[in-house]
């Protein structure tokens, strides 16, 4: 076979940097002495103390999502258990390695006190019981990370920012869409205009709960807009960066006997300062839907299973010209992640490293403010404005 000269030349070259390249290796060895290797390796983080934390209440959520979660933290760890069910707890506890002397009832909450271990408690009863749970632990000098709805009332949530306040200790919310990964993805599409200014947002966040259930019962503080509804108003919050200035709203009360004292289903329209319109419905009483929709001036996107606690989807569509309808659609990928995990590493890690919190009382106290607002507009059936 014939070969060019380039071709010679070419295959000489290689062939000269091939012997020299593996006469270098044969001189230095299969492998460099200690002493021959570099000193800039890469170490992981050393975590030298993780946040060690009380559950308190064993219910669905705490035994299903939080504890497992914590499998996956970094920087938390669970030390302690407050229940009102002493033989769950020790299962709770010898699962998880807690030393059966770190369970309390609720009445001894606080000789949580005497436990060095415990820097901080996590609320995860009933809506009616977040408020003096919380303030409890904060007077005994807990840190605290409390669930949605952060309380029942306007009122109660100002007790528990003052009481964060005087005792100088951390209040965080669990808002736990504000540490997974869809959902800061969308965060900054909105905050950089990534698909032009935002105009319309429309969530649903609606299930069939089945009786008995806290969500049902109004003196624990159930109802749609506390239970699923709080996503949708903390979710455009987040969304906007903005509070609402005015809300509309119509319930309907069913004469199911599961919704005697809750309405069974809310919906809502918020308006915000820039000229969004957020459009939300929920509902303790219907076949299982979490949507969210963004439309902004140049294009749109939605989330699939929006509001779960896996699964999310995101679908981008841009909006083509001149007609301005979407002629572009892809759906990104981003990475799942426990967001449980993250959002009590982020909590853990505000308090080991004094850093600020993303979700802090003032978050919650906002989301109550809006809630007691759809509460009044859909009672007197009027536009309520919010100061
Ligand atoms: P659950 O009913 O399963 O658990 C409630 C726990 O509180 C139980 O262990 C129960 O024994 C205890 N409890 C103590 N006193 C009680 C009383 N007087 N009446 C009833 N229960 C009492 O409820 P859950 O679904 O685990 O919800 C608990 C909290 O977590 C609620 O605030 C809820 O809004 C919140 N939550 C948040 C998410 C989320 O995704 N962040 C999901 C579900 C629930």
Do not use: W
């Not at 699962?95 to 996590?122: F, H, R, S, T």
């Not at 989807?313 to 759906?331: F, H, T, Y």
């Not at 853990?348 to 759809?374: E, F, H, M, W, Y």
Request: with cysteine.
């Amino acid at each position: 076979m014939a070969i060019s000269r380039r071709s010679f030349l070419q295959h000489a070259a290689i062939g000269t940097s091939t012997l020299l390249a593996a006469r270098a290796q044969a001189q230095r060895g299969p492998i460099a002495p200690p002493d021959q290797q570099s000193a800039d390796a890469k170490l992981p983080e050393v975590v030298s103390r993780k946040l060690g934390v009380a559950i308190v209440g064993l219910g669905k959520l705490a035994l299903e999502e939080v504890l497992p979660a914590f499998g996956e933290c970094k920087y938390a760890q669970p030390v302690a258990l407050v229940s009102g069910h002493p033989d769950k707890a020790k299962r709770v506890a010898a699962a998880y390695k807690i030393p059966a002397e770190a369970i309390y009832d609720y009445a001894g909450y606080e000789k949580l006190a005497n436990n060095a271990k415990v820097d901080a408690v996590y609320i995860i009863l009933p809506n009616s019981m977040h408020a003096e749970y919380t303030v409890r632990a904060l007077k005994v000098g807990k840190h605290v990370l409390c669930e949605k709805p952060m309380a029942t009332s306007v009122a109660e949530a100002e007790q528990m920012i003052s009481a964060a306040s005087a005792n100088k200790r951390t209040l965080m919310i669990a808002y736990r869409l504000q540490y997974e990964p869809t959902h800061l993805r969308a965060i900054e599409i909105c905050r950089k205009q990534e698909l032009g200014a935002l105009k319309i947002i429309r969530a649903t966040n609606c299930q069939d709960t089945k009786a008995p259930n806290i969500r049902l019962s109004k003196a624990l503080g159930g109802g749609p807009l506390q239970d699923v509804g709080v996503y949708c108003i903390n979710g455009a919050r987040y969304l906007t960066g903005e509070m609402p200035i005015e809300v509309t709203a119509i319930e309907h009360r069913s004469s199911e006997p599961r919704f005697a004292e809750v309405p069974e289903s809310v919906a809502f329209t918020m308006r915000f300062p820039s000229g969004v319109i957020s459009h939300a419905s929920c509902s303790l009483g219907s076949a299982e839907s979490r949507h969210l929709e963004v439309l902004a001036r140049e294009g749109a996107f939605e989330i699939e299973n929006a509001f779960t606690y896996r699964g999310l989807k995101m679908r981008v569509r841009r909006a083509g010209k001149p007609n301005g309808r979407p002629n572009e659609i892809v759906e990104p990928k981003i990475e799942e992640r426990n967001h449980f995990a993250d959002e009590l590493d982020a909590f853990a890690q505000a308090i080991l490293s004094n850093k600020p919190i993303r979700t802090p009382g003032a978050d919650g106290l906002a989301d109550l403010r809006v809630i007691a607002a759809i509460e009044q507009a859909a009672r007197t059936g009027r536009a309520v404005k919010l100061g």
